[in-house]
């Protein structure tokens, strides 16, 4: 059997024939009502200071968790550091640049606190905040709104000395006098402030499993209070950012929310899966979002629930004006008589698909039921998805370009449940690719890379994957392609 059979066995009508049924010739041309995203849909793109930035001795930055993690033989994969990562501190104009040309509206960066206020609180150092300065600067000279988060994981390293981090209440007040100072200095051209990245990470990986900085195995009430402690830090953050910011400055969060989905999409199972939305981050959305901790995470805490006052509750519960939530993955559940909130998680067979990342299981579902949960549990009037990407093998081909057609299919497949959110009118305002470009993926170092650029760590080059083609295409029509 050769070519010639197969040719014969199937006939294709020649392109532009009569005979051809009236097949659009673009998704685009399929009707721009199916793939299109709702007019002025913020397309941008994610980082964050330890990962990109590099620099970590230069004008007057003091130590973080990370450096003393990272620094620590055996912590990260190969021993890796952020100590150079993408040299962005001294990159950032010609980053700009990359972004420049992908066409993205927003761009959502982190500050290193510990750049600020080199011990975590006491003196600030003016040299350290004026590098966001000039990045705020160049992002608004090229036409891209600047999106801030003020927490992403790089703790100064005093504060975990003295206080324990997160562990001591003195961390989460002094991570408000450090946002209040901020908010003050960059609203006046930062419009949107997130306070934390990802409680759900940061405590659970960094003080519970040990594998993140600070690298501790908490349990029991400390880690509970440490739980606590991250959301009254970001309750205080709103409010002293409140006092500080320009009028119209809006303040929220980006939690990695764990997403249940409907195993199937019955109206049992659909109940089931808003049920278990709110015990799964009964720590940290819900209590923020509620002013309460659910009465079951109480009871499973038992003596070792958190120590709180009804005055925690109400900061902690501070009104927000958006809601950001990073999306990877979802948990597939069902409805169950039998357990005691009703719902059953179920299994995931080994086989699943997912990324390079062992935690990745693909799971596009997430990016519909993760808005629509926090719009219809909470009525939140506006919501980010504040990353969303994948990690993938990645080999420069001998044309020195990616094909990485897997995050190509993972992005479609995921906005295209996005797109299901918007049209049945879950405010979803924007949606920030993580990331812009290959960089230092924590405990995986640099193994493990999402970007849609592709960096040479050797040279700091920058070449963009087919997938930055792809995402180009899809803001240049607001629509999926
Ligand atoms: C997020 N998990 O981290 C972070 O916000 C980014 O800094 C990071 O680079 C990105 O996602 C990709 O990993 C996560 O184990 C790390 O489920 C781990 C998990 C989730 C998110």
């Known amino acids: 059997m050769g070519a010639t059979a197969l040719t014969s066995a199937v006939e294709f ?79 950032y104009k010609s980053d700009v640049q990359l972004m420049k040309a992908l066409g993205v509206k927003g761009y959502r960066f982190s500050i290193a606190w510990p750049r600020v206020f080199p011990n975590g609180d006491g003196p600030p150092n003016p040299k350290g905040l004026d590098f966001y300065n000039r990045l705020v600067d160049e992002l608004l000279a090229n036409g891209i709104q600047p999106f801030a988060t003020f927490y992403h994981w790089d703790l100064p390293q005093s504060l975990q000395d003295r206080f324990g981090g997160w562990e001591g209440r003195e961390t989460s007040k002094a991570f408000a006098d450090y946002a209040g100072y901020v908010a003050a200095r960059l609203t006046d051209r930062v419009k949107h402030i997130f306070t934390i990245n990802e409680f759900g ?47 119209g400055t809006k303040v929220g969060l980006a939690e990695n929310i764990t997403i249940p989905a409907p195993v199937f999409e019955t109206p049992a199972n659909i109940a089931a899966a808003e049920r278990a939305m709110r015990e799964m981050n009964a720590q940290y959305l819900t209590v923020i979002q509620e002013g309460k901790y659910t009465d079951w995470y109480l009871k499973q805490a038992g003596a070792d629930a958190p120590k709180f006052t009804p005055e925690d509750l109400k900061i902690i519960s501070s009104p927000l004006d ?52 926090v719009a219809k549990l909470w009525g939140a009037k506006e919501i980010y998805i504040t990353e969303n990407g994948c990690s993938s093998s990645d080999e420069p081909a001998g044309d020195g370009k990616v094909y990485d057609t897997d995050r190509v299919t993972y992005l479609r497949s995921y906005l295209t449940q996005l797109r299901r959110a918007t049209a049945e009118g879950v405010p979803v305002r924007g949606y920030f690719l993580w990331s812009l470009m290959d960089n230092f993926e924590w405990a995986d170092g640099y193994t493990n890379r999402f970007g849609i650029h592709y960096v040479d760590y050797a040279t700091q080059k920058r070449t963009p994957k087919l997938s930055a083609d792809f995402y180009r295409e899809v803001i240049k029509r607001n629509a999926i392609v």
């Not at 950001?324 to 597939?332: D, K, L, M, R, S």
């Not at 357990?339 to 519909?368: C, D, M, N, Q």
């Open 201 to 247: 990470a940061f405590v659970e990986v960094g003080y519970r499993w040990g594998v993140h900085a600070p690298g501790l195995k908490l349990t029991g009430l400390r880690l509970n209070q440490t739980r606590h402690h991250a959301v009254l830090g970001h309750g205080l953050a709103v409010q002293a950012i409140r006092a500080a910011a320009k009028p």
């Open 322 to 373: 958006f809601v950001g939530i990073n999306v990877y993955t979802a948990e597939f559940v069902r409805a169950d008589e039998s357990s005691p909130i009703g719902v059953t998680l179920v299994p995931r067979p080994k086989s699943f698909p997912h990324a390079p990342s062992f935690w990745l299981y693909v799971s596009p579902e997430a990016l519909y039921w993760g808005p629509r949960h």
């Open 13 to 91: 009508p020649a392109l532009g024939s009569k005979s051809r049924s009236p097949l659009p010739q673009t998704a685009a041309e399929s009707g721009d009502a199916l793939r299109s995203f709702p007019p002025g849909f913020i397309w941008g793109t994610a980082t964050a200071s330890y990962q990109v930035e590099g620099a970590v001795n230069e004008d007057g930055r003091g130590l973080s968790i990370w450096d003393t993690f990272s620094h620590t033989p055996g912590k990260v994969n190969s021993n890796a550091t952020g100590d150079v990562a993408d040299d962005h501190y001294h990159r």
